[in-house]
């Protein structure tokens, strides 16, 4: 059987769910979205994502055209109709219907559209083995160009260091901002623990503002554990006791190797393992 797709202003079926080839979404990647979990029946941090997804089209000058309150009815809807209880939600703005130029503003009404799926996650093998991930040339956005903190659909940036990342047989990229400093992965944030203190760069190193981000600084405060946010070099990464990423899709995963470096004892570290059962046990509180 066949999704219920939120389009624009109702629910329709799958089938019938398409967009323009005229959309900007398509032409041009112009467009906003975000990727929310459903733990047990529950949206994970829905106020959280759709603000920042409000943020996100601010920046790029996207009328969404419904306000926030409407949007979250939509989104519990589209979640409701298809019978998700554990699942992900991926909730994406167009710029819409235009001409072939440029220009947003003669696109007349911004797309909305949501879907709500099961989630194929990583193995489970890899959060007890961990993985393996390299630095790769390209460098994250400039923030005078596409500010990385915009989750926007040009997502190109990203896949450029995720084929790097597959090309060396690697599960994930790591990017520096232009002047050096880690950045964040391709898809993830990045954390790492030196001498029993978590560090993270801090967002205008060149991330976007996640939410796992946060909810992990939030549950470490809680856990007394001390959290630093400041810039940190391929240096820091490599001597770090222990390495862990962040994500909606990926939870907390830890990293082990990194271009070629073992990370600490080789195996997912305690503050890794514990931030991700206290994760866990948050998102299905
Ligand atoms: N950075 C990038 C580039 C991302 O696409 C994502 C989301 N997959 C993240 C970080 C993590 O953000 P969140 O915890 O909000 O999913």
Redesign the pocket.
């Known amino acids: 059987m066949g999704l219920k797709i939120w389009l624009d202003d109702k629910l329709v079926n799958q089938e019938d769910a398409k967009v323009s080839v005229f959309d900007h979404g398509l032409l041009y990647g112009d467009g906003v979205f975000?990727?929310i979990r459903v733990y047990g029946g529950k949206i994970f941090e829905h106020d959280a994502?759709l603000e920042?997804l409000y943020k996100s089209a601010k920046v790029i000058r996207l009328t969404i055209p419904m306000d926030l309150p409407t949007l979250k009815k939509a989104v519990e809807e589209t979640v409701r109709a298809n019978q998700i209880t554990d699942g992900y939600i991926r909730l994406v703005v167009t710029r819409g219907v235009g001409d072939l130029g440029l220009n947003p503003f003669l696109c007349k009404r911004a797309c909305v559209i949501i879907i709500a799926d099961k989630i194929r996650l990583y193995p489970a093998e890899l959060y007890e083995k961990g993985l393996k991930v390299i630095s790769v040339p390209t460098i994250r956005n400039h923030p005078m160009s596409i500010p990385?903190q915009v989750?926007s659909l040009n997502?190109l940036n990203?896949i450029f260091a995720k084929i790097e990342a597959v090309d060396a047989g690697a599960s994930e990229a790591i990017l520096y901002s232009h002047d050096g400093y880690v950045a964040?992965?391709?898809?993830?944030?990045i954390f790492i623990v030196s001498e029993g203190t978590l560090y993270t760069p801090p967002v205008q190193a060149g991330?976007?503002?996640?939410?796992?981000?946060?909810?992990v600084i939030k549950l470490a405060r809680e856990e007394r554990i001390p959290i630093i946010e400041k810039n940190l070099t391929r240096f820091d990464l490599y001597t770090a006791d222990e390495f862990f990423l962040?994500?909606?899709?990926?939870e907390v995963i830890g990293v082990v190797e990194m271009d070629g470096r073992i990370i600490g004892d080789g195996k997912p570290g305690p503050i890794t393992r514990r931030l991700r059962e206290k994760f866990y046990a948050y998102a299905h509180a």
């Open positions: 975000e990727g994502h920042r990385p989750k997502y990203n964040e992965a391709s898809g993830d944030n991330s976007l503002d996640g939410i796992t981000r946060r909810v962040t994500g909606t899709a990926a």
